[in-house]
């Protein structure tokens, strides 16, 4: 049987329209890949969420499903539209006018890693970047539109958990002093991505369990949120970044001793979120 390039996580009973995905916690790394970067085999997973997925897969527990990536972001970057082809990096691949994650080197098939470390030593073919596209990007996003569509069948509505992770550097640009510094910034494109009463209870649930909370700045949300959110269409997306440092050795890549404990934490707001698409239901079932 072969492998899909997702790993998708179902509850025994899906009791919430609420959906989680986490589309850049991938690190099956593939030996031809990393034999082919000029960066070491840490360098390369600098911009992966690493653990995201861990840290989120205890939503099947309050009945919703979690959709993660396998293929690593330095390989295919899920939150990218799949025209975001960098002709920088893939021969023949046409120019997108006034887009910054291209020109920045973030495209669908990434030029670099954080800090606008290259992974390359020269161009890929355009026919590997849309094997790349067919193999990883396109099942994966067909797999979250039906987990949302399934969503709505059931429940009237969807809400799209769009998972992340940010360096801790990140959270230091933010203005004001450490201790008003947000541990997560939840991001809906100034509101074009969810309801506001939606976003109300969801910001709410971080806030109870103790975390400070930001919106929109310094991450509004990428492709998934972009495409995703069509609350006119009881569709919501929401994206959530979260402070690394509050789980995990960034350095080093590793969990940290307080990983048990942050993800123990984060496993009360899952729920409460789990509760905000039942409560988002209720209305159909009323009917």
Known sequence: MTELPF???LPANRTT?????????GCDYSWDFLRRSVLDEMSIRSSEDAFVDRLFETGTGFGAPLLAARAPRAFVDLNRGADELDPAVI?????????????????????V???GRAIYRGKLPLAEARGRLNGFWHPYHERLQSLLDESKNAFGSSI???????????????????????????????????????????????????????RNAPFAGAYIAEHYGRPSRKQHAIQVEIDRSLYMDERKIQPSRDFSGFRETLRGVISDIADIGRLASMPLAAE
């Open 7 to 9: 790993r998708l996580s």
């Open 160 to 214: 799209l958990v769009d998972c992340h992770s940010m360096p801790h550097e990140a959270v230091q640009s933010v203005p004001g002093s450490d201790n008003r510094k947000p541990h997560v910034v939840l991001g809906d494109r100034f509101g074009a991505a969810c309801s506001p009463e939606i976003m109300d209870r969801v910001e709410v649930a971080f806030t109870r369990a103790g975390l400070r909370v930001a």
């Open 113 to 115: 890693v954080s800090n």
């Open 17 to 25: 329209c609420v959906v989680f995905s986490s589309p850049h916690s």
């Open 91 to 111: 021969q023949g691949a046409r120019s997108l006018t006034h887009n910054p994650r291209v020109a920045s080197g973030l495209g669908v098939i990434p030029r």
